[in-house]
């Protein structure tokens, strides 16, 4: 079992910029693939950003690519999703998630490989 909480979220002019937080508790965190996953109001939960275990593969979303950055640090069992030049669609709840993975530089990009999940964090960005 893996607990995860967010943490970062908030009210920010576009342009402006974010980091969130993912910590993780309970099993082994190198052991899983982690994501960033957000909905927006009346829309569907959609995939934002992962990471490999290792931390040596990432993946985007087309339309947050070159804006954010996924990173990991294993010690301190935290996932972090850094959003610059933010824009009013990137508004959503974030939540991030853990994918059981036995290959370290494999990435998950579909919520059903994706075990636990945290409570999400509000991200508002205004115009």
């Known amino acids: 079992q893996v607990q995860l909480v967010e943490s970062g979220g908030g009210l920010v002019q576009a342009g402006g910029s974010l980091r969130l937080s993912c910590a993780a508790s309970g099993r082994t965190f190198s052991s899983y693939a982690m994501g960033w996953f957000r909905q927006a109001p009346g829309k569907d939960r959609e995939f934002v950003a992962a990471?490999?275990?290792?931390?040596?593969?990432?993946e985007y979303t087309d339309s947050v690519k070159g804006r954010f950055t996924i990173s990991n640090d294993n010690a301190k069992n935290t996932v972090y999703l850094q959003m610059n030049s933010l824009k009013p669609e990137d508004t959503a709840v974030y939540y991030c998630?853990?994918?059981?993975?036995?290959?370290?530089?494999?990435?998950?990009?579909?919520?059903?490989?994706?075990?636990?999940w945290g409570q999400g964090t509000q991200v508002t960005v205004s115009s």
């Open positions: 990471i490999s275990r290792s931390g040596g593969s990432t």
């Open positions: 998630a853990a994918a059981p993975s036995l290959l370290s530089i494999v990435v998950r990009t579909t919520e059903d490989e994706y075990h636990y």
